[in-house]
């Protein structure tokens, strides 16, 4: 478009500059709005990088994660921390009640918890994630808010089964794009968890004392951690689907 | 064979007649502007068929409720879903047993007492020597009842619908220890004004209309003998009560029927 | 029959109808007269509404803070945008308030629980409230997905 302008007649009329100007604004909108678009499809780029670091991370892992977990929990966690604002997704799992009467200290010690309750629940099955792919699935539509994108992506396992994962990034005062909330087959675990966090504060049990809730938060992870490594060993060890 | 469709013509065009007949005499006594005087005909008419009819309404109405909440109680219980009584119950009631059992006990007490009542008359001669006397029967005898009806149907069904709640509740709650509280809010969420109320108080205006129509033009038509007014307080009745369940019947299709 | 009883019973029977209708109107079916409350729409985008009808409840802490006024469907998407009408004034829930659709009861109603979230930014009057949880059955899923990625060894 640029280039058809500039090669008119040297002498253009009033009418036909004002034609080129108007293009040439058009043109540098598209641009413009291209450049907007860029800044959201950043947010896949994100997803689509650390997936792929994690598929490397799983990979390499296979080596020690039977002897070593831990090892492998820390790596992911690494791997995850600058990705994911785990202290905003924990913080958004406690509610506007319980966020707001936590202390720093409080909140601190459950973000901590709450990412290494997540880490190791489903590090270990990822590390049985043989041969699976994780295809991004791009969006066909401009994010509702700006600064909130939900990236879609398939899990594809080895058995050819396909699971919906969307992960909801937020775009941070620093310009980075970070995870904040993950569904899971049409589950958001984000709210999921804030329902049972809720559900905890109200249990009598506790007596609406956080700290006990934190406690008993890493207790009720760590329980369904190792309900999960139990039926993974049972799985592992048959040799019949 | 011919004979046969003979008779099935004679009777289409005896059918149409009565229609005609009908038709002409409700239109003409519901026309004309009504005057003070018959204000005082309606009233008196209001308490002949609605103030009268309350006795019967009433205890029918509590048990029908009672004993629809003991049904339902009955077979909730078994899914431990005792609190959907209330629901049930209420909505059983508006869009259904209230207006249709409501009319049909109106078809039996007014229906046929509006019939007796214009068929003597017609019999012994007062409807003629009204129309001697330049009083139109039509405006003193017919319209009265015509109005009374269609007013008193729909807050008799009203009342009905109730009392047979209460009756529902006094046997979920009282007797068979239900929870209040769940009786009546599941109740309040579920029912809705127009959907559920609205409409079955469309059904018993309608109700209402068809009921006191055939009562009062089987007066009207009466054959002026005691057989005759027998025949035609049985066949208002009779009348009647078919209509109500047919009627009843298109509308409810027409009003929640769902078809895709 | 005197005409002054007569008069009486029918001003009674008349009495008690309407009495009767405005009984149906507000013990049955939970209509409120306590004048226009204050109350402000907020949109919910869901991935799956199945079941939810018109004028369910929304919730929120076990207590009925509004109704689904609306229904549709947006194509571009290909989601679900449901109208909330809450009680009370906007500007009171966080940005980041997720809405749930829970079933109640045996008879399996379904509802909208609001869960409220962390921004300091709020919902006004025609904000979208972005995260939310469809009609699903949760536990089955979320024991799908583990038992799924986990393959033979």
């Known amino acids: ?241 | 064979m011919i004979g046969y469709l003979r008779a099935t013509g004679e009777r289409a065009l005896v059918f149409f007649g009565h229609l005609g007949r009908a038709s002409l005499m409700w239109g003409n006594a519901l026309s004309g502007i009504p005057r003070w005087n018959d204000l005082l005909l309606l009233v008196k008419q209001i308490y002949n068929i609605g103030v009268l009819s309350l006795v019967i309404i009433v205890l029918s109405a509590f048990s029908i409720g009672a004993v629809i909440s003991l049904q339902f109680h009955t077979q909730l219980a078994k899914f431990g879903a005792e609190d959907a009584v209330g629901v049930g119950l209420a909505m059983v009631l508006l869009r259904e047993l209230g207006p249709v059992v409501t009319a049909l006990l109106f078809a039996g007490r007014a229906g046929s007492a509006i019939t007796a009542e214009i068929g003597l008359m017609k019999s012994t001669e007062q409807l003629s020597s009204m129309e001697m006397m330049g009083v139109d029967p039509l405006r003193r005898i017919v319209a009265p009842r015509l109005w009374a009806g269609m007013f008193c149907l729909p807050l008799l069904t009203a009342i009905f619908n109730v009392v047979a709640i209460y009756g529902g509740m006094v046997v979920a709650v009282e007797w068979l220890g239900g929870d209040p509280g769940g009786f009546w809010i599941g109740m309040q969420d579920a029912v809705e004004v127009w959907e559920d109320i609205g409409k079955g108080m469309v059904k018993s205006v309608v109700f209402a209309v068809v009921v006191t129509w055939i009562a009062v033009y089987q007066g009207y038509d009466t054959v002026p003998t005691a057989e005759g007014i027998g025949l035609s307080t049985t066949r208002t009745v009779v009348l009647s009560s078919v209509m109500i369940l047919a009627m009843d019947f298109l509308l409810t299709l027409s009003m929640y029927g769902d078809f895709r | 029959m005197r005409l002054r009883t007569l008069e009486i019973s029918v001003g009674a029977f008349v009495l008690a109808g309407a009495l009767a209708l405005v009984f149906l109107a507000v013990k049955v079916s939970g209509v409120n007269f306590t004048g226009s409350r204050d109350s402000y729409t907020v949109l919910a985008r869901f991935d799956d509404v199945a079941g939810l009808r018109h004028r369910a409840k929304v919730s929120m802490a076990g207590v009925t803070i509004g109704r689904v006024t609306g229904i549709e469907v947006d194509l571009d998407y290909g989601e679900a945008i449901v109208t909330l009408e809450l009680d009370g004034l906007a500007g009171v829930l966080p940005a980041d308030t997720g809405a749930q659709i829970l079933t109640e009861g045996m008879l399996g109603a379904r509802y909208i629980n609001l869960l409220p979230g962390i921004e300091e930014e709020f919902l006004e009057e025609g904000d979208m409230i972005l995260d939310t949880q469809g009609a699903l059955v949760l536990e089955k899923l979320i024991g799908d997905v583990v038992t799924g990625m986990r393959t033979k060894k």
């Open chain 1, 1 to 241: 478009m640029i280039a058809t302008a500039m090669s008119g007649k040297p002498a253009m009329a009033n009418g036909a500059r004002i034609l080129v100007t108007l293009t040439l604004l058009f043109s540098l909108l598209g641009l413009r709005a291209e450049a907007l678009e860029e800044e959201w499809r950043q947010a896949e780029v994100i997803v689509q990088e650390t997936s792929d670091a994690m598929l490397i991370l799983i990979e390499e892992a296979k080596i020690y994660a039977d002897e070593d977990p831990e090892r492998f929990y820390v790596a992911v966690e690494a791997l995850l921390s600058p990705v994911v604002d785990f202290p905003r997704f924990a913080g958004s799992v406690m509610g506007k009640k319980y966020y707001q009467q936590a202390s720093t200290e409080q909140r601190q010690r459950f973000a901590d918890s709450f990412k290494w309750g997540l880490v190791r629940t489903y590090g270990l099955a990822l590390t049985e994630f043989n041969d699976g792919e994780l295809k991004l699935v791009p969006a066909t539509n401009p994010p509702r808010r700006p600064d909130r994108v939900s990236v879609n992506q398939e899990i594809h396992s080895a058995a050819g089964q396909i699971y919906p994962v969307v992960y909801t990034m937020a775009l941070s005062k620093d310009g980075a794009w970070r995870m904040r909330n993950i569904i899971v087959n049409g589950v958001n675990m984000g709210l999921t968890y804030r329902s049972q966090f809720q559900s905890a504060a109200q249990d009598p049990a506790y007596g609406g004392d956080l700290d006990k809730i934190i406690d008993a938060w890493a207790d009720l992870l760590a329980a369904e951690a190792d309900k999960v490594i139990e039926e993974t060993k049972i799985e592992g060890t048959s040799t019949s689907q």
